[in-house]
């Protein structure tokens, strides 16, 4: 059986130019190309393609739907793969597999915690049900997948698409905004580089401590522009808290467009290219800009405000050319004052695409 690889950490590649551009479900792709100083989208047929969503968007149960555009045709789809999580990493998340035919390893596959031993293929002698695929083997000591259930699956190959549908359930350990990560391959030997393609909410318990509201727009795709990102603190926003925006291609702050926003100070930090320190700073709403290696961030159209227990911070921001490629938003907020320490860890909340 073709298994992937027990992803740790790696780079979504979904744009690379003078070559193979991402791929748009339906009935082309683009390519991105430099010609006399402008970017040109150029339209393609896509070989392979994949797109998913999940309906409703939050909550503790979901129905997810991947589809993979095949124009070989979709009874050549080999293997598909949706993984979710906060960032690129298959240790803690909700990973599944599926291998269409009618082969003994035919079926839905679902990867267990430690992100070492696929659970299936359901349906068989020993995963009788897609709930089966989440249970620890005490013998071996798998603990199973703690995190999500798959409650139902449907696949179904239809012309240049196939399209695989899981009901899924969630538990409280996976509370907070992930990532839908997908990939498929055929047997042609074509296959689709892993693609962020959309997000989804677990919900936790009642906020006691700073969070991550969100971000506008969820996706973008520009040099250069602006996001808004809110976050909330019931302690309100003068208790030593930090906001701070991330962009990259997976959690990481080196070479990174890292943002960090004081509310005391009214101050916005860039970090340097390492991520380990401050590169500079600007003040909200002044003419100037601040930089590193991946992002300039403009001080004229970026602006922040606080309401109530709310903070709006707008980063107006422009981009190298070597930062070019699908990255996601992460942000986090934290309070660091005597008697307060409260955090919210990283949240994934949207993605820029850099042309």
């Known amino acids: 059986m073709a298994k992937p690889l027990y992803i740790i950490r790696a780079a979504l590649a979904l744009f690379v130019f003078s070559g193979l551009s991402t791929a748009a479900f339906g009935q082309s792709c683009k390519e991105y190309m430099r010609l006399g100083g402008r970017v040109v989208a150029i339209e393609n047929q896509c070989a392979l393609s994949v797109s998913a969503s999940a309906n409703p968007t939050s909550g503790t149960s979901s129905t997810f739907t991947l589809s993979v555009a095949d124009y070989s045709g979709s009874q050549n789809v080999a293997q598909v793969y ?79 698409v196939a399209t695989l549908t899981l009901g899924a359930n969630f538990s409280s350990s996976f509370a907070g905004t992930k990532v839908l990560f997908a990939t498929a391959t055929d047997n042609l030997g ?37 996001v808004t990102t809110t976050f909330y603190d019931i302690n309100g926003w003068f208790n030593g808290n930090v906001a701070d925006v991330l962009l990259n291609n997976f959690l990481d702050g080196s070479h990174a467009c890292y943002v960090t926003y004081s509310p005391a100070m009214n101050t916005v930090y860039l970090l340097n290219d390492a991520g380990t320190g401050i590169g500079g700073s600007i003040t909200p709403g002044t003419p100037t800009t601040v930089s590193n290696g991946q992002c300039t961030v403009n001080g004229a159209g970026t602006s922040s405000s606080i309401s109530g227990n709310t903070l709006t911070v707008t980063v107006n921001v422009s981009f190298s050319p070597t930062f070019g490629g699908d990255r996601i938003f992460y942000l986090a907020a934290y309070e660091n004052a005597p008697g307060f320490s409260g955090n919210s860890g990283w949240q994934s909340v949207g993605s820029w695409t850099v042309p």
Do not use: K, R
């Open 190 to 226: 074509q296959a689709v580089p892993w693609q962020a393609v959309g997000f989804f909410t677990v919900p936790g318990s009642s906020v006691t401590e700073p969070s991550v509201s969100g971000i506008s727009p969820v996706t973008t795709f520009a040099w250069s522009g602006s």
């Open 82 to 160: 949706l993984l979710t999580n906060l960032y690129f990493n298959a240790i803690d998340s909700c990973y599944v597999s599926y291998i269409p035919g009618a082969a003994s390893n035919s079926g839905l596959y679902l990867l267990n915690d430690p992100a070492n031993q696929w659970h299936g293929p359901y349906p068989s002698t020993q995963y009788s049900s897609p709930q089966s695929l989440s249970q620890p083997i005490p013998s071996t000591g798998d603990p199973g997948n703690t995190h999500c259930t798959i409650t139902s699956m449907n696949y179904v190959p239809s012309g240049n």
